[in-house]
């Protein structure tokens, strides 16, 4: 064959190769044209439909006769629950509550002390009530002591990702706060929470918060009994509205989003407050304008210098105060701002504690965890905290990170000339059309190995255990909360070190087990298995948990995307460093003897180490009710089960 007519035959596939940016760009043009397309022809459809049939047609029975009209119930009653501290906001319930009965509609006032969210809440999405909350501020911008469990779940499950932001969707409600504007950096905040994380959850806010202000120089109407009268007669005429069936439906015409039907639906009202974080606020829109990706990017600029800025000063405040020589602490004021919002209390500069969902349970008697069930681990006196925030991995599937838009990709790959990553960013858009945020990017701290300020393990353990036993203090009187298993809460027995990052990256995990097991607290540690020597080194654990996230090699990299070149033998010499059994004969025995361990322990340092011992001197029988095939399928008889009654949304897992 002749070789120049081999490669002239070529030439066009390498000219194409040559050319790809073109051809990718190309292609990810074609792609977003043919979605915007879509999208206007099904907007275009969906109004031509709707003003094609006429309503006198669609309300012809099926012989041409008009049916009597049936009438739908667009409301049936209302629910008014009040958060009062000295009963003011409990008298403007009974007011309310007065004036609904004028329109002929049931009307229950429930004091939230006795409410319990975590049961009733979700009924409401599919209860055609509309919910009323009038709650107010109490000192420091705290709830009053009614509402302190409601506003602890609410903001909770705002930010839990098991929830979603549908979990209340179907549910009407309408907030008024009261406060006193003389302290103006904690005006209404009870009010602007619950409404905020009430919206957050996908329900829906039927008329604009209303704020009550004590301060009658300040109050709006003169008095905040008067602030109460103008948004009761607000709330009574919408209520009548939607008792009419009456809804002005958007016409498409508007920008989405924007039009007058819609105006119940801004995520927060301007105040002087909520202005200063209008940009941050989510979109309850998955689709972004066009006009406004330079608006996103701008956001996105801004707040990464900001977070830049504060990294900096904070390095210089700490150079400054360490001296020269001295390593930074591993958190930094971004992720501080973002774990705090996460629910977790920070430690020090590098640890933390948070109160797991399995916790709150088991005080409620509907059970425990995973934990539990393998090992008799008590869940309510199961605290879970981390001496490091830090790890040697970046799994893919950690939620410990923060989004960007994916409209920002594609505009830096715009500007960098990145056609393979910009093809990528519209294809994910096209396959994930309904998700809000695509990408996510880890913020906490990795490393293979210890460079950061490092706190003593006995301040460390001495303000996990307090911070944990404010955190159960909180339960005290919440609805459902057994009075033996609160005060057994209190008591720390077990110790989860799990909570996030790599624990075993602490210089001092021996130290910290160690006083572990002087406060007879039995310890739960769990590895990434990319520390081998250290799992080598470590002293006597209650148990040793290593996460096993692939079988093979390359999935191991792909999933947990190490930071280790050798993270496979890493790997592999972990696993060999552990050595279990847990079948006596022909019975199981994954339990644990805590009292016994605690015991051995004592021996071993008595001894200098001598009296060594395993996990065979403590085993313990595994109840038959915890063993494979028993009619409780794991479930602690002595507890009872609970079923979510929001079937759609399973939020199972710890």
Known sequence: MDPAGAWDSASPWVSLWTNRFYVYVGLACGISLWICFQMVVGRRDKSSQEKSVPKASRDLGTDGSIPLQRKEVSVSGVKIFYGSQTGTAKGFAASLAEAVTSLDLPVAVVDLKDYDPDDHLVEEVTSKNVCAFVVATYTDGRPPESAEWFCKWLEEAASDFRFGKTYLKGMRYAVFGLGNSAYASHFNKVGKNVDKWLWTLGAHRVVARGEGDCDVANSKHGSIEADFGAWKTKFLARLHTLEKGEKKPCDGSCRRGQCESSAEEEPFESTSEDESGAEDRPNPNPVV??????????????????????????????????????????????????????????????????????????????????????????????????????????????????VIAPVVLMRISFMTGDAERLFMCLLAIWMSSSEKYLFRHHTNPVGTEWRWKMDQPEVILKEAI????????????????????????????????????????YPEINRFLTLLHECKISSFLVTNAQFP???????????????????????????????????????????????????????????????????????YEH??????????????????????????????????????????KDISGC
């Not at 349970?361 to 539990?372: A, D, I, N, T, V």
């Not at 909180?474 to 005060?487: I, L, M, T, W, Y």
């Not at 996460?547 to 010499?573: C, E, G, Y």
Request: charged fraction near 30%; include cysteine; hydrophobic fraction near 35%.
């Open 289 to 402: 304008d066009v006009e406004d990706l330079g608006r996103i990017v701008s956001c996105a600029k801004r707040e990464k210098r900001e977070k830049e800025q504060q990294e900096k000063s904070g390095l210089l405040r700490s150079s400054g105060k360490n001296g020269p020589g001295e390593r930074r602490a591993m958190i930094t004021p971004a992720l501080r701002e973002a774990l705090t919002r996460q629910g977790y209390q920070l430690i020090g500069s590098h640890s933390g504690v948070k109160l797991c969902r399995w916790t709150k349970s088991m005080l409620r008697g509907r059970g425990g965890c995973y934990k539990h069930t393998f090992y008799g681990i008590e869940s309510h006196r199961c605290m879970e905290t981390t001496p490091s925030l830090a790890c040697a991995n970046k799994c893919v599937f950690c939620w410990r990170c923060s």
């Open 466 to 505: 307090e911070n944990h036993q404010s955190m159960i203090k909180q339960f005290k009187g919440v609805p459902g909360v057994k009075e033996e298993r609160f005060e057994e809460g209190m008591m720390v027995k077990h110790c989860a070190l799990s909570l996030v990052g790599e624990p075993i990256m």
């Open 533 to 603: 020597v250290e799992i080598r080194n470590l002293k006597p654990v209650t148990q040793l948990y290593v996460s096993v996230d692939a079988s093979t090699k390359d999935s191991l990299k792909k999933i947990d995307r190490p930071l280790f070149k050798d993270f496979w033998q890493r790997f592999l010499d972990s696993l060999k460093a552990l050595a279990a059994k847990f079948k006596v004969g022909s019975e199981w025995w994954t339990w644990i003897d805590y009292d016994r361990f605690l015991e051995l322990v004592r021996e």
């Open 607 to 648: 001894s200098g180490g001598s009296a060594t011992f395993g996990a065979q001197d403590y085993m313990a029988r595994t109840p038959r009710w915890a063993v494979f095939g028993a009619r409780e399928r794991g479930f602690d008889p002595k507890d009872t089960r609970y079923q979510r009654k929001n079937k759609s």
